[in-house]
């Protein structure tokens, strides 16, 4: 089994910036893909950052140049440090990665369960 678990959420004020954390735990092997997605309130759940293993990155334009998307191999874990949030980035925030249990060649994609950002005055 694998877990995935988001820390860092918080209320802070717009202009503010938060760094989150996501930590892979569990029969491991190698951890390819990781990402970053959003979901506010009545919203679909939207893609934000991609990071390779070999650490390249893709973002959405909603984010490109205030999210920086990051990631410690040794540790399994990534990161989403978020700059000049605005009320309009209050969402939970989920991880997931894409885990190659031992002994296999496959991977499967795990989800975290979220962490809050909230930004408001």
């Known amino acids: 089994q694998v877990q995935l678990v988001e820390s860092g959420g918080a209320l802070v004020q717009p202009g503010g910036s938060l760094r989150l954390s996501c930590v892979a735990s569990g029969s491991i092997y190698r951890v390819n893909n990781m990402g970053w997605y959003r979901q506010a309130p009545g919203k679909q759940r939207e893609l934000l950052a991609t990071i390779s293993i070999g650490g390249e990155t893709n973002y959405a334009d909603s984010v490109k140049g205030r999210f920086w998307i990051s990631r410690d191999n040794t540790k399994y874990t990534a990161y989403l440090q978020m700059n000049a949030l605005k009320p309009e980035d209050t969402a939970d925030y989920y991880c997931?990665?894409?885990?190659?249990?031992?002994?296999?060649?496959?991977?499967?994609?795990?989800w975290g369960r979220g962490t809050r950002v909230t930004v408001s005055s």
């Open positions: 997931n990665a894409d885990v190659i249990p031992p002994s296999s060649v496959f991977a499967r994609t795990y």
